[in-house]
């Protein structure tokens, strides 16, 4: 917890620093037309974009639902293990 603590005020830390260089920056070039750093925001780029987008969701969806299958998977081999190991007839009884 302390870790993650240190880690965010930090990382807060360093974007309340730089931010002034990041709006001089934006600020110094002018007004560029609406032109980011890519370049010109055409119908093609955009389309492009929005298909990335498209694309990239449901293939979140489908690593993190692997990954949560095989943990699961994993879970449940470690609790069959663990109910064998109490059945058997080694480890019942006292001294």
Do not use: C, H
Not at 19 to 40: D, F, I, K, N, V
Not at 50 to 64: D, R
């Amino acid at each position: 917890m302390r870790r993650l603590l240190a880690t965010l005020l930090t990382t807060g830390l360093l974007l309340l620093l730089l931010a002034p260089a990041a709006l001089a920056t934006a600020l110094s070039g002018g007004l560029s037309g609406g032109q980011g750093t890519y370049g010109e925001a055409d119908d093609k780029v955009v389309t492009n974009a929005g298909f990335i987008v498209i694309a990239f969701f449901p293939l979140l969806i489908l690593v993190l639902s692997l990954i949560q299958w095989r943990l699961d998977k994993r879970k449940d081999a470690r609790k069959a293990a663990a109910k064998r190991r109490a059945g058997a007839a080694e480890w019942s009884g006292g001294w």
